[in-house]
């Protein structure tokens, strides 16, 4: 048998059944050769040419080939040893007596008191969403007075209270607004949030950050900026989601001269247990955008140069 050809011939049969769409294999590789040959082989056919084989007209159903089954494997030669029994294990009697004194209740101390929030059921799961520059400590800040793009993290957390919700996550969606400098708000509410994300210059494609359970696309909205953090398979159950952060690079923010806010939102798309779908979690996040405060350069220190007096040899 060529090794070659029937990888070639595997990696095409594989691509055929499976379909081009989901099979992404572009060449036969030894990890598909290693996954064929793990395979067991019920039967191996084998194609005979009539030019080299003078006795093809002994077959009976297809004078081209002929078939070879691969024998049982015999495994009544090779059953492993018996497992010796260990002796069961005598029990005293006495041992067995419940004690028939009473003990003391197990209470904390006080210090160790804790109150706790109770959670219903039918309470639905809070996030916390945070938008930051990826070296900054301020959480809920986005400056504009930065000479170069920024990375810019979205921060998805659960309250730890809903981690036994037996609920299942189908996705996150965050829209962040992008506009220009020339952006004018509704004449009936001048605070209206202004866009933080220069709409000509699309940042990269985002990365999430720890839980790999999700993946993070990109897409547009009209004017906003869509983040869709999916599940690489099915849906994700709460209970061993803690957070779906992920990050933006290369982000260009406007340079609005004066202090002014915008409005970053949140909604997840929840399943069931039997994965049918339950009405969307909403939410989101007023973020500042202002200047931010560069401080100021420690004072220069003069230099002092010790004085060398010249001395003749």
Known sequence: M???????????????IIGKDKFKESNPTSSLMALQLNEPIYMLDIAVSPELVEWVHEFEDDPTQFQFQIPRFPTERYKPPHLPVPPSREIDVRQTIQQSW????????????????????????KFTLKVYPIDSTNDN???????????????????????????NIKEFQVKVFCGDLKYQPPKDNPSYVRPPLDAESEPLQPTILTNLRF??????????LLFRVVPRGKAVPFKITKEASFIIPMVKVLEWPTKEATWVDLKCLVADSEHKDMDPITGGRKILIDKETVPSPPKSVALQFDVWEHVDD
């Open 102 to 125: 009473s003990r003391p209740p197990n209470v904390p101390p006080p210090h160790l008191h804790f109150q706790t929030e109770d959670v219903h059921i039918t309470d639905q799961p």
């Open 215 to 224: 993946n993070v696309l990109k897409s547009w909205d009209g004017a906003y």
């Open 2 to 16: 060529i090794v070659e050809d029937f990888a070639k011939m595997a990696w095409a049969t594989t691509q055929e």
């Open 141 to 167: 800040f986005i400056p504009t007075n930065r000479p170069v793009p920024m990375d810019l993290v979205i921060s998805i957390t659960l309250d730890e209270k809903y981690g036994n919700w037996g609920y």
